[in-house]
């Protein structure tokens, strides 16, 4: 809400200019009287407007004050003053006012001159923060960035073009581009067109096709990259240019490195994929020594191997015709041997020699690379495993040679794929090997798993191994703590030197390879024959030799152990023969895990499937209840009917669920009474409708009251059986208690957990129904209490229309004969005193009346009995245009526009032209109303084949699409619009559609895009 401050030396001028900005988005801060006063109250409140007099107490006029206010707040200025002296506006004028207002203004004037300053106010501020923006960040770009006119004169240069091209920007302003941008190309010299200067002519934006040359002012030359563009004002006309440019000489120069790197990359990749693509150690190191040779252009490459004595053999060698080949030579350093030597290759070492006469050799190591005739040599470790496996040597035969750092970092990189090559074709061997004995392991896991009987199994585990490890027995032996002992239950001996041993019992007490199985440990026994426990004497004589025992645990026990033996001499067990021992353990493990699991899964499969079976009978009873609850749900909530719906809920329980006798009763809780109303039973009747006190058995009518159940065996006389089982359950909604169903049967039956919930659920879709039913019956008593009340009002209106019209017209007379009265006296001459408002209103609020009454015993009269209309033929091209003539006229005083739309030669029309009148001036008096300034209104007329559309759509309004259903509702007002603000009863559409229903036609309304159309539809006859 804008603030604004009042400067005004008249009092009434003042109160005018704060009544006027009552209600609207403006608040007055303060009404002052002089300049000095001005100034002190922007001080203090800083007001967002001043409306400033020019006449003003005291020394300082308005312009005065308004000057310094400007200047020193910047606050928007809005002279309100009855001077038109030129000199005095030409001094307001200087003061850059917002507006400039005679005396005397209206309130419409003063509110649209508001509203333009402020706008213009905050457009102007945001255009100086915007240009404020603009410059500093043209100043902060680091790009060099220089604008012309449309002749190429420089008219801007930013820092960073000033410090590219050597000029400041005081000395280019004016000179030409040409000038100060001085490019040429970096091979020929050529001079091109100048980008900006092409850019303006062209209309396009213009980019050098590569890297040109600057030449500064200073003489020197920085390789730029630049981009010019038109500079296009808001219409599209070119009014200058811009070139941005920068300096990119570190970026050529980055990029020449760029490509030199990523062209080694590339032949690093090449020769990397080429070693990678062969497991073959040999295929390997020739493909590598081959490309570099390729790649150095040198005249050897050769690989040489270690032995361990430090010596060497060439093992592969890439040689150029006409040197000689060093492949199969076996060369010795002593130097190299030294550990030395080895450590400082073994970290990375590189020994380069450009030339081996003039490098400070020792001559033993001259005359051993002379006589290959080499020159000059680079050599590069080769690891395997970060030890000094051997080197790569570049060899140069047919003169000396400055090896590269390039060379020497693609050599080291070669050598670590060598490296990587190397340990990969180690791995593999290792694989190799590692995959018979998997696929050994697989046999013998399969071997296992094919079976669940454990027999079968162990036979098969300990072939399998016995076979795969060449061993003389393998023996799978059970510990039974129970008994102390460990037996023998499955064996394999190799043939013909043992025989089998099965059942054989070793004790466990004092057994220390026992004790060492029970702590899960593997026992390695080389030589069996050195052990003397008296407790193993007898296997030690049996079976001498190396024994490999393995632990079997399942689970957290210790269920026996795995036996590998090789009798007769001793064997050292290698670590693979245990890992393959320990494997086949675990699956052995698994194996009497499954057995186990299988016998319990037995067991539990049985239990199961008696569970499945009392399950299914539990389901099907479930089953059965389901369908009896939807079947009694459907039957209930279809009826309306409280007995129907009682009556229905008995016979269904008692059926389902097979007892003798089921009732419900009905509560009354202010006399606290029971009454049963309806019974099912497979006995002679036995209840007759009666009603029960719940003072003789408060107990159980407590619990009812509170919506518990309950169920109880008392004795009953009334049944042959005398003692009953008794299911008591209420009928409770979130209202309370409607009252209870009974379920009775013999007594030794009892209701299940299921019996409970159907009933449950069953009473409480009765008392739903309930509701329901007895808000069905007050509903329909309230539809009839309507239909009289309605009645009653059309025969008020009717009876009572000529006193709600006589004292109306009485009011409006007098009011007539009063203005006369007071005109004659000339009281009402001046339009804008009180008393002429006064009379003004009084008679408008008369007439406003009058209209509501009409419209309502219209309305009424309408709907009450629709009178039957004579209809007639009515020429549109005639009839049209005459009956909107008056609102053109009245549009054009709003300044509106009304047009007419119809096609040449309209079709008659049979319809009753009076009602049609009507309609159509309702519709035109609420366009003209809610049409804005410079809105337009449209009467328009569409034929088709069989129907004639009338139509009135002004703009400025837009109904919500959630508000259309109501448009025609009687006393409705759109939500959005200003109630306070258009008048009316909002009765004028409601007998628009009347009257259209009367006339046999029918009636739309749309709103979109900020028009909104009424079209009406008559059938062509």
């Known amino acids: 809400m804008a603030r604004v401050l009042v400067v005004e030396d008249e009092l009434v001028a003042a109160l005018s200019i704060q009544e006027f900005l009552e209600g609207t988005d403006y608040t007055v801060v303060a009404s002052v009287t002089s300049g000095l006063a001005a100034i002190l109250e922007t001080e203090k409140n800083k007001p967002d407007l001043v409306l400033m007099d020019i006449h003003l107490d005291g020394e300082m006029d308005g312009i005065t004050a308004a000057a310094k206010i400007r200047e020193q707040w910047d606050t928007p200025i809005i002279y309100l003053t009855a001077s038109t002296a030129s000199q005095v506006i030409q001094r307001a004028i200087a003061t850059e006012p917002f507006g400039y207002l005679i005396k005397p203004f209206d309130r419409i004037q003063l509110h649209t001159t508001i509203q333009i300053a402020l706008r213009r106010y905050w457009l102007e501020k945001q255009l100086k923060q915007t240009e404020q923006w603009l410059a500093t960040t043209l100043t902060s770009v680091a790009d060099g960035m220089i604008a012309t006119d449309t002749n190429g004169c420089i008219t801007f240069m930013n820092p960073a073009a000033e410090m590219l091209t ?35 002519r062209e209309g396009i934006n213009i980019s050098l096709p590569e890297y040109y040359l600057l030449r500064t002012k200073d003489g020197l030359e920085r390789a730029i990259g630049d981009t010019a563009a038109p500079i296009r004002n808001a219409q599209g006309v070119i009014t200058g240019g811009v070139i941005v440019f920068q300096d990119v000489t570190e970026r050529i120069q980055a990029e020449a490195a760029l490509r030199h790197q990523v062209e080694q990359e590339r032949l690093i990749g090449q020769i990397a994929q080429r070693i990678r693509q062969s497991l073959d150690l040999p295929e390997i190191l020739n493909t590598t020594v081959a490309e570099i040779q390729q790649l150095l252009n040198t005249d050897r490459v050769i690989i040489y191997q270690f032995a361990s004595d430090w010596s060497g053999t060439v ?78 040597v570049a060899q140069h035969c047919a003169a000396p040679r400055q090896w590269q750092p390039w060379e020497v970092h693609l050599l080291t990189q070669l ?62 032996v059970q510990y039974l703590p129970q008994h102390q002992v460990w037996r023998n239950v499955a064996s394999y001996c190799r043939p013909p030197r043992l025989t089998p041993q099965t059942e054989l019992e070793i004790p466990d007490q004092g057994n220390l390879f026992a004790a060492r199985l029970k702590q899960f440990e593997v026992v390695r026994v080389d030589d069996y024959s050195t052990h003397t426990d008296t407790n193993d004497a007898v296997a030690t004589s049996t079976y001498p030799g190396a024994w490999l025992l393995v632990p079997l645990q399942v689970g957290n026990l ?171 359950c209420p009928m409770f909604d979130d209202q309370g208690v409607l009252g209870d169903l009974w379920l009775i049967h013999y007594a030794n039956f009892a209701f299940s957990e299921a019996d409970i919930r159907l009933v449950q659920q069953v009473a409480n879709q009765c008392a739903i129904a309930l509701r329901q039913s007895r808000l069905y019956q007050t509903a329909q008593a309230q539809v009839i209490e309507l239909e009289r009340l309605n009645r009653l009002k059309d025969d008020f209106l009717s009876t009572v229309s000529h006193e709600l019209r006589t004292p109306m017209a009485n009011i409006k007379l007098a009011t007539q004969l009063l203005d006369m009265a007071l005109r004659r006296l000339g009281i009402l001459e001046n339009t804008n005193d009180s008393t002429s408002r006064y009379m003004q209103i009084l008679q408008e609020e008369c007439q406003r009346e009058i209209s509501l009454i009409d419209n309502l015993l219209d309305l009424s009269q ?19 245009p005459a009956t909107i003539a008056p609102f053109i006229e009245r549009a054009a005083n709003q300044s509106q526009q009304l047009s007419l739309q119809m096609p040449l ?52 309004s837009e109904i919500l699409a959630s508000e259309l259903p109501y448009i025609f509702d009687k006393f409705y007002r759109v939500p959005s619009s200003d109630p306070w603000k258009y008048d009316g009863t909002g009765l004028g559409l409601a007998l628009v559609k009347q009257r259209v229903t009367q006339l046999g036609a029918t009636i739309q309304v749309t709103s979109h895009q900020g028009m909104t159309t009424f079209t009406m539809q008559f059938p062509l006859q």
């Open 415 to 476: 050598s670590n794929h060598l490296s990587i090559a190397l340990q990969q074709s180690h791995l593999y061997q290792q694989m190799q090997h590692q995959v018979e004995r998997e696929r050994a392991l697989n046999r013998v896991i399969q071997a296992i798993r094919n079976s669940l009987d454990l027999q079968t199994v162990f036979s098969t585990a300990v072939a399998e191994v016995g076979n795969l490890l060449q061993l003389d027995q393998v023996t799978i």
């Open 558 to 728: 210790l269920w026996g152990s795995l036996g590998l033996n090789h009798c007769h001499q001793p064997w050292i067990w290698q670590d693979s023969e245990v890992e393959l021992a320990s494997a086949v353990a675990n699956q052995l493990a698994i194996a009497i895990q499954q057995s186990q699991l299988y016998q319990q899964v037995q067991q539990f499969n049985a239990d199961l499937e008696e569970q499945v079976q009392e399950r299914t009978t539990q389901l099907q009873q479930a089953f059965h209840f389901e369908a009896t609850l939807k079947r009694m749900t459907d039957r209930v909530r279809d009826s309306l009917d409280e007995h129907q719906i009682l009556l229905t809920a008995v016979q269904e329980l008692g059926l389902a669920i097979g007892v003798t006798t089921c009732n419900a009763a009905l509560y009354n809780l202010e006399q606290q009474t029971s009454t049963v109303c309806y019974e099912y039973s497979r006995l002679p009747q036995l209840f007759q409708p009666y009603t029960v006190a719940m003072t003789h058995f408060p107990e159980g009518y407590q619990q009812l009251c509170q919506g518990q159940h309950f169920q109880f065996c008392p004795t009953s006389h009334r049944l042959p059986e005398g003692q009953v089982a008794i299911l008591s």
């Open 905 to 956: 030669d309209p079709p008659r029309l049979m319809t009753h032209p009076a009602s049609l009148e009507r309609i159509l001036t309702e519709l035109l008096t609420n366009a003209c109303k809610y049409t804005p300034v410079q809105g337009l209104i449209t009467v328009f007329v569409q034929v088709t084949s069989a129907y004639i559309q009338i139509g009135v759509s002004n703009s400025g």
């Open 862 to 880: 309408l709907e009450q009995e629709p009178e039957n209309l004579e209809l007639t033929s009515v020429d549109l091209g005639v009839w049209l």
């Open 166 to 200: 050597g000029w400041q920007q005081a000395e280019a302003l004016g000179e030409s581009a040409d000038h100060v941008l001085n490019i040429v190309h970096p091979q020929t010299q050529i001079v091109p067109e100048n980008p900006v200067l092409k850019a303006i």
């Open 315 to 392: 093992i592969v060698e890439s040689v150029a015709s006409g040197w000689r080949s060093m492949l199969g030579e076996t060369l010795y350093d002593p130097c190299l041997a030294q550990p030395d030597s080895v450590h400082s290759y073994t970290v990375g070492k590189v020994s380069k020699i450009q030339d081996i006469y003039t490098d400070n050799l020792s001559d033993c190591y001259i005359e051993l690379l002379g006589r290959f005739q080499v020159r000059a040599n680079l050599v590069i470790p080769v690891l395997q495993d970060e030890q000094l496996w051997g080197l790569l």
